[in-house]
């Protein structure tokens, strides 16, 4: 069951107890694998500290020990970080001394050589960042501490180093107090965030996970009850988002052999594996100023690789594997001579943190505000892709402290169309950032995206959908690539050597050997979205020559939007 308020009724205020709640509350799951590897907790209703007249809040994944504050290092961060502090003041030590400190990281004024620096702060030092602005940059540092966001650690002080410190949502809540009723705080939790088309297992699911604490312990044994390794085993794959499963595709690859790069799509995902329709057209290894993008694995905790890097023990594909492949395909599908930046994001659990994905958004501002500036047009962008996403806990009411909205807000500024995966959890409560779609402030509207049956008329029973979902594309049921390189563990269930006939079985549902396979979530309606602006913007440009706008972009958008074929759902007023 999912938790509710006290009066029955999860995240509302102003309303009279006896009015009736018909929103469906999502039930919150998210992989074992990922608090631990986070050290990330779930904010449980029923025991979270609030403020006075405050509402009850929804449950929601996020890292113990991290706040987010707006701003960079050196600049607005830093009108923040007393507030933390003054927070952790009544944590004292038998002296008087303070027992916790807030810290920010990434800090690019810390007296540590480059090389010991994070890649964030790699990029802000090599920006001449974590200082007071030039004249002479042109409002370039205005413009980028205004879609920053910080992480503020929590931790012990020198000489309480064995002290753990208070969890993030409880100081969140005193500095709230502090600030008083009425008055603004900026400063948020990190959430996890999770992909939107990795089966049964990650983030979403019914009454399984938060309420009754089974499910994301250690993700295994229920959705289909095959584990959590591959996803496979559902009768229909339009009754849930199921997991992969292979399949032969005999066709070449879209892009033409003489092609030149048309419009730039970034995926933000699990990366690009191996398949032979991405030997060009791919940028696997994004970075600015020579700093990396996104984050960078090992061979063996690739999840495009062999995609094994969850249970080593038993051999089962991760939830996520060969997730950010998929989504490649289907742009790969819609717009052949789309430039694809893959931005590695999330593991093989398909999990992150809220900070990763903002790090990444920011870097990406940067690449593309400096291309414009210096006329680079091979590293402008013109599509952001987003098949994540995470419930807030208190959905609708959060806009002054939301990280995410910030950076892309400035992305849309800078004429670029970001476009979001509305979620898989069969509700109507708000999937963020997908959910920023009902804002106006946003120059090229944010876009997000619900998934549809096959026929292209009816909305896929497991998708989101509301207000806030503003289009529609298919996502059940989708054919796109998948690593070459996946045969993981799992065998035929029938299996008979050959005698006097050939062999014969059933199929190994995690060979994609053939390149090819067939899945099911909102996480492959987004894409289909993206190409199709990606798509438009090739048609307008018409020759390589022409420079493509801002003007340019939101047209495209807006003729997405007002695909009929595509975009809105069959209403079914039918028996």
Request: with cysteine.
């Amino acid at each position: 069951m999912a938790a509710t308020s006290r009066n029955g009724r999860s995240g509302q205020t102003g309303e009279d107890a006896s009015t009736p709640d018909t929103r469906r509350w999502p039930t919150l799951e998210v992989p074992g694998s990922a608090l631990r590897r986070l050290n990330a907790t779930i904010l449980d209703p029923t025991t979270a500290a609030r403020t006075r007249d405050s509402d009850v809040p929804n449950p929601t994944a996020y890292v113990a020990d991290w706040l987010l504050v707006p701003g960079l290092p050196g600049l607005g961060a830093n009108d923040w970080i007393g507030v933390i502090n003054d927070s952790l003041a009544s944590f004292t030590q038998a002296d008087g001394a303070p027992q916790f400190e807030a810290v920010m990281l990434d800090d690019p004024s810390a007296g540590l050589e480059d090389g010991r620096l994070t890649p964030r702060a790699q990029l802000l030092r090599k920006l001449g960042l974590g200082q007071p602005p030039s004249d002479k940059d042109g409002g370039l540092v205005d413009r980028l501490d205004n879609a920053a966001t910080t992480v503020v650690e929590l931790r012990a002080t020198p000489g309480n180093q064995g002290s753990s410190p208070p969890d993030a949502w409880t100081v969140l809540q005193r500095a709230r107090a502090r600030a008083g009723r009425g008055s603004t705080v900026p400063i948020g939790l990190c959430h996890v965030v999770t992909a939107c088309g990795t089966g049964d297992a990650v983030g979403y699911g019914n009454n399984v996970g938060y309420g009754n604490n089974v499910g994301y312990g250690n993700n295994v044994g229920y959705g289909n009850n095959v584990g959590y390794g591959n996803n496979v085993g559902a009768p229909c794959p339009g009754g849930g988002p199921t997991g992969r499963f292979p399949v032969q595709l005999f066709v070449p690859d879209p892009r033409p052999t003489d092609s030149t790069d048309g419009p730039v799509v970034a995926i933000l995902d699990t990366g690009v594996g191996e398949h032979r329709w991405f030997q060009d057209g791919v940028d696997r290894d994004p970075q600015v100023l020579g700093t990396p993008i996104g984050l960078r694995f090992s061979p063996d905790t690739d999840p495009e690789g062999t995609g094994v890097t969850g249970d080593t023990v038993n051999g089962f594909l991760d939830p996520a594997a060969g997730h950010g492949t998929f989504i490649a395909g289907i742009i790969r599908q819609r717009c052949p001579t789309a430039r694809i930046v893959s931005v590695p994001v999330m593991p093989g659990d398909g999990a992150a943190a809220e900070k990763v994905i903002l790090d990444a958004l920011f870097a990406l501002l940067v690449r593309h505000l400096l291309a414009k500036a210096e006329g680079k047009r091979g590293e402008e962008l013109q599509v952001v892709s987003l098949s994540f996403g995470y419930y807030h806990e208190t959905p609708g009411s959060f806009d002054d402290e939301s990280a995410l909205m910030r950076v892309l807000r400035e992305l849309s500024s800078a004429g670029v169309a970001v476009v979001a995966a509305a979620g898989n959890s069969s509700s109507d409560v708000e999937f963020y950032p997908a959910a920023f779609a009902e804002r106006s402030d946003f120059e090229i509207p944010l876009v997000s995206v619900g998934s549809k049956n096959p026929d292209r008329a009816v909305v896929s029973l497991y998708s989101n959908t509301g207000s806030w979902v503003k289009s529609y594309r298919p996502g059940t049921a989708v054919v796109s690539t998948l690593p070459e390189t996946f045969n993981a563990s799992s065998r035929q269930q029938v299996l008979r050597l050959g005698n006097s006939n050939p062999a014969r079985g059933l199929v190994d549902d995690d060979d994609f050997s053939t390149g090819f396979g067939v899945w099911s979530g909102t996480s492959f309606a987004a894409p289909a979205f993206a190409a199709d602006v990606a798509q438009q913007l090739a048609t307008a440009a018409g020759s390589p020559s022409k420079v493509l706008g801002d003007k340019d972009v939101k047209d495209a958008v807006e003729h997405a939007l007002e695909d009929t074929k595509d975009n809105r759902p069959f209403d079914a007023g039918v028996a």
